[in-house]
């Protein structure tokens, strides 16, 4: 027998609440309902249901069995909603956001290469340094640097980036390396308002938070501008590691007090809570994810 058309058949009687109604719902006779059903208890040796001329009711052995069918079925019919999306070719609107400057250095690439590869695609890349709304604003993909609040997204974490401080080292010859947050007072510093909203930088001595207050010769809403700033000998300067790594790798600049920095920030690439997510949006995810993990972000 079809064991899994047994089962299907076993679970639409007990929702229907009749043989005939389950028989109209499967678009076969009630003659082959009653043959399934009871060539399904025959095979498992115990009664599923106990039948009145008015109604069915279920055994205890009835009971259990329905919900294991049900987990069954359902599993079953994830696995052929996945089988059906890989095999589909993206097609269609696909909405992604992140950060200005990560988008620009990181997402956008990906979103490139995503489309030469899927024609049908298209693309509407959000890059603002606020944090879209994704749900309301009607977008698909988002890469998030924060732990997420919204139980609504689904998160999946690609790597954790630090909050720096560094300089450069011209300006580390002229007027010496902290070794301490507390001598970040006697520095000339530059200031990202995305980074430090505040006129003070936060740090962990031991299990300990503290503020420092800082004195800005530039501060700028612009994080090209600060960094800048910041690479040409400005000041000392506070930054996500990501924004700085290149400059740190080409030895442009030089971090300090790292045993000092507050705890890492995850990233994440999220998108809205769907039990069944298009082909278009699941293969972005999957490659988005794939690609930023390769990426170093300190």
Not at 72 to 86: C, M, P, R
Not at 163 to 172: D, I, K, M
Request: aromatic share 6%; net charge positive; with cysteine.
């Amino acid at each position: 027998m079809d064991k899994l058309l047994a089962m299907t058949t076993f679970v639409r009687i007990v929702d229907k609440g009749s043989l005939t109604a389950a028989a109209n719902a499967l678009d076969t006779s009630l003659p082959t309902v009653v043959r399934t059903l009871a060539a399904l208890e025959r095979q498992l040796g115990v009664s599923l249901l106990n039948r009145t001329t008015r109604r069915i009711h279920l055994t205890d052995a009835g009971a259990r069995y329905l919900e294991r069918c049900r987990v069954i079925l359902s599993e079953v019919q994830d696995a052929e909603a996945k089988l059906s999306f890989s095999q589909a070719e993206p097609q269609g609107r696909l909405a992604v956001t992140a950060s200005v400057l990560f988008g620009r250095r990181y997402v956008a690439p990906i979103v490139s290469e995503f489309i030469r590869r899927h024609r049908d695609v298209n693309v509407e890349m959000l890059f603002v340094d606020r944090l879209a709304n994704v749900v309301e604003e009607g977008l698909d993909v988002a890469v998030r640097i924060g732990h997420l609040r919204d139980s609504s997204l689904v998160a999946i974490r690609i790597g954790e980036v630090r909050r720096v401080v560094c300089a450069s080292l011209q300006y580390l010859r002229r007027h010496g390396i902290p070794r301490t947050p507390q001598e970040v007072r006697a520095h000339v510093c530059v200031r990202h308002m995305g980074t430090s909203p505040r006129n003070e930088w936060n740090f962990r001595i031991g299990r300990r938070a503290v503020a420092i207050p800082i004195t800005c010769a530039l501060v700028s809403n612009e994080i090209d501008s600060t960094l800048n700033a910041c690479v040409n000998g400005l000041g000392l300067g506070t930054f996500l590691s990501y924004q700085t790594a290149p400059y740190r790798r080409s030895n442009k600049i030089r971090y300090v007090l790292e045993e000092f920095e507050t705890e890492p920030m995850p990233v994440q690439v999220v998108y809205p809570h769907t039990r069944r997510l298009s082909t278009t949006v699941r293969a972005f995810v999957d490659e988005c994810v794939r690609k930023l993990r390769q990426v170093r972000l300190d």
